[in-house]
């Protein structure tokens, strides 16, 4: 039975400039991701936290999570922030944004293991489960840790040895770090046909979730 407390909550679009507190001053990662869909979770007309959809930055996630035909369907829930973080809060602006999203998309997430996430969130919200994250390493920069590996490879972008131009300009201080692996989970937007295709098409194993403890339920 649904909680009446949840009836005071209401999820809509909401503009970029909404986020930015949110995504700048209180999530972890303080950087803006790329954003296509943004949403707010709204209490008794007050904002409490923001949800934001985006096109991943990786083109190989893009096609690999679903083959050449769904590459352009693919968007990455890439961020997911509470002021307060209140009993149910998360889920209820996840499955309530999924539903005003336009429709045939599919969407990946990500739980980062090195934060003690397990994705208890979209366990909630009827995700299917992809199993891990390969292993790889991000590119580091002593005193530039605070930077998204991402960002550090792209200052090189278009040079034919990029690896070779980051150890000109930095030397010992460039460095290969091994990237925490994340728990992947995948929602598919649409009607019940696309919905078929597109989880029949999915190239990573559908796996049992993670168990979660009772502090785990909690991580978003």
Request: hydrophobic share 35%.
């Amino acid at each position: 039975m649904t909680d009446p407390a949840l009836n005071h909550y209401e999820v809509k679009a909401v503009p970029r400039i909404d986020c930015e507190e949110y995504l700048l001053n209180i999530h972890y990662a303080k950087r803006w991701p790329s954003i296509s869909y943004s949403f707010g979770l709204f209490l008794n007309g007050n904002l409490c936290g923001v949800v934001t959809y985006g096109s991943p930055p990786s083109a190989p996630l893009r096609r690999g999570l679903a083959g050449e035909d769904y590459k352009k369907d693919v968007i990455e829930l890439n961020r997911l922030c509470l002021r307060e973080n209140r009993k149910n809060e998360a889920s209820v602006l996840i499955s309530r944004s999924l539903q005003i999203l336009p429709k045939n998309k599919i969407v990946v997430s990500f739980a980062d293991t090195s934060r003690g996430h397990v994705g208890g969130v979209y366990q909630a919200a009827n995700f299917l489960y992809c199993g891990l994250s390969a292993k790889r390493t991000d590119w580091k920069v002593k005193g530039k840790e605070h930077l998204h590996g991402q960002t550090i490879a792209d200052e090189f972008r278009g040079e034919k040895n990029r690896v070779k131009a980051m150890r000109d300009k930095y030397g010992d201080d460039f460095y290969l770090h091994p990237r925490p692996r994340k728990h992947r989970y995948v929602f598919i937007v649409g009607s019940k046909k696309y919905k078929k295709k597109a989880k029949a098409a999915l190239l990573y194993k559908l796996e049992p979730y993670p168990k979660l403890d009772g502090q785990q339920r909690l991580k978003i």
